[in-house]
């Protein structure tokens, strides 16, 4: 990804640079503390099971728009129950996959274990959806800073409830008696000047700021107070519940360090921990066998182990009840069979809950051992976290065709709510052997700085960016580009920071970085009905702005939390 001369920049939290001293203290102090409170990973390069390395991260809180963050937490149930109508419509998953099958013998082999799950019919209808719904900030969106177009009403209250409150501290200790029908009669006179001089600064001002907004328009400038567009919608393996709100705490620790916990009120409260785990044991509340387990389904290798772990810790000590397994894709083959009534056994112990960890790319599957293990599991009367249709519900095939006019109104019923969620879609084609696919394909050679290409793979490093997408397609077949998508190229505003890594150089440098937002979201439920449903906390990945890629597990982004701010053009006070 790379920055133009005119992208915008989204103000600070505080200041910066730092003096050099206080920099290189403070930085010390985070490092400790990141690993003390679990904010850490295994070292790729060096690993070892007995040894950890604090997990990169931003050392001050990244800058987001209040407005936007909000109306992200909003949408999360409704986005929760699209992918869980979208999950439960054969039709549609198989439609929309019968290309990209025939390529791709990933998605092929999901698929076919989908089919023969469906041609018995599903053991257990109910499933546990954990989604993160990750997004960016669009600076290309049309709309203005919300400072400069408040309703009327809304800033005529505020200035009225201002002047009012400026009054009654003038008028304080006057005489009452004879003269106080007359105190009233001038008090209430000036309330009214008041409020109408605050009435009309506010109108200055906001014709101030749409004048300036308009001006920057017009010279091609977006603004950094702007839009966010959906990236992808994630149904497996949705990790940082942990680390979401572990980069909270050291931010907040820095903030506090720095002498600016007047500033901890703008970082949202994250209970993603929590509303995660909550989750399973609701589901294992579902399942109500007492002595059932919960199982995690884990890569050979975890190196992002303290966001895995403290899922497990956290069941543990809040439900202690509650006993939980990790096991590989190969352990459950080696140790795995169905009982009597279908329920799935580790040796002697029955299974409640599965949430898988691993599964969701190739390589987590060595052999047809693996393959049969996750046929096992998916018809066995575990409930499963995602069970397979919500697999395939995830795929960038099936998000672009969400993305396409009117599928939404498949799927939800409000106009409202398609409208919203319409919205936020930003440019997502097909690269299908048809019309249309051959139109994008033609669109993405002509002009592929604009836009970002996509497999149907989770877990980051796999899309292929700007001016390397001409060679990529040319050495696709037509059959072969089915396994893709194309997408729009989204331009984030700019943030300013230090990012600390484990072993860079000291003291960190300021740089130019840009951010994606994660929103979690629970939901569970069958074909038919939906239980639960709700929001659960969020997550902030934050990488180099020249970075095309921005994963933390896969060491190329760090730890952030947002910093809530109500416009790009309100002065730091």
């Not at 984030?492 to 440098?509: D, N, S, W």
């Amino acid at each position: 990804m790379t920055s133009e001369a005119n992208t915008p920049v989204l103000r600070n939290c505080i200041r910066l640079p730092l003096a050099e001293d206080e920099l290189l203290e403070v930085t010390a102090k985070a490092k400790d503390y990141a690993i003390m409170h679990g904010a850490a990973m295994r070292s790729k390069t060096a690993f070892s099971p007995d040894s950890l390395n604090f997990a990169p991260f931003v050392l001050v809180p990244s800058s987001f728009p209040r407005k936007e963050f909000e109306k992200a937490v909003a949408l999360q149930p409704i986005i929760n129950r699209l992918m869980h109508n979208v999950a439960h419509d054969e039709e549609f998953i198989t439609t929309t996959l019968a290309e990209t099958i025939k390529v791709d013998e990933f998605t092929a082999n999901l698929f076919n274990i989908y089919r023969k799950v469906l041609a018995h019919g599903f053991t257990q209808k109910i499933s546990l959806g954990m989604l993160r719904s990750d997004l960016m900030l669009e600076s290309g969106c049309p709309e203005l800073s919300p400072r400069a177009f408040r309703s009327k009403a809304g800033a005529d209250e505020a200035g009225t409830a201002a002047a009012a409150a400026v009054v009654g501290t003038e008028t304080d200790g006057t005489v009452g008696g004879t003269g106080e029908d007359k105190e009233k009669k001038i008090k209430k006179e000036m309330v009214a000047a008041a409020a109408e001089r605050a009435k009309n600064d506010r109108r200055e001002l906001q014709l101030s700021q749409a004048t300036t907004e308009q001006k920057m328009k017009a010279k091609g400038v977006p603004s950094a107070y702007c839009c966010w567009k959906q990236v992808e919608i994630n149904t497996i393996a949705s990790g940082f519940g942990h680390l979401g709100p572990a980069s909270k705490t050291i931010q907040r620790f820095v903030l506090s360090e720095l002498g600016h916990a007047d500033k901890l009120k703008n970082m949202p409260q994250n209970n993603a921990l929590a509303g995660l785990c909550d989750g399973m044991v609701k589901a294992w509340d579902i399942y109500a066998r007492p002595n059932a387990v919960i199982l995690f389904i884990i890569e050979d290798v975890s190196y992002n182990i303290c966001d895995q772990r403290f899922h497990e810790f956290y069941i543990r000590e809040t439900y202690p009840h509650i006993k939980v397994l990790r096991r590989t894709l190969s352990d459950v083959h080696r140790e795995g069979k169905l009982g009597q009534n279908k329920e799935l056994l580790l040796g002697q112990q029955e299974v409640a809950v599965i949430y898988f960890r691993a599964g969701y790319e190739p390589g987590h599957y060595h052999s047809q051992a693996e393959w049969d293990a996750r046929y096992l599991m998916e018809t066995s009367l575990a409930i499963k976290c995602p069970s397979i249709h919500y697999h395939l519900a995830g795929t960038k095939k099936v998000q672009q065709a969400l993305a396409q006019p009117a599928v939404l109104e498949r799927f939800i019923n409000d106009p409202e709510e398609i409208k919203a969620v319409g919205k936020i879609f930003t440019g997502l084609y097909s690269l299908d052997d048809n019309e249309a696919g051959n139109a994008s394909y033609e669109m993405a050679l002509k002009t592929p700085e604009k836009f970002v290409l996509k497999p149907q793979r989770e877990g980051g490093g796999n899309n292929v960016y700007g001016v390397d997408i001409p060679d990529a397609l040319k050495r696709m077949s037509r059959v072969e580009r089915s396994a893709w998508i194309l997408m729009d190229l989204i331009h984030p505003p700019l943030t300013k920071g230090y990012m600390v890594r484990p072993g860079a150089e000291m003291p960190p440098q300021i740089v130019d970085m840009v951010s994606e937002l994660g929103i979690f979201g629970v939901v569970i439920g069958d074909a038919d009905n939906i239980v639960h449903n709700y929001q659960a906390g969020h997550m902030l990945r934050t990488k180099l702005s020249t970075a095309n890629e921005g994963g933390v597990a896969a060491g190329l982004g760090a730890l952030d939390s947002p910093y809530l701010i109500d416009s790009d053009d309100e002065e730091e006070q």
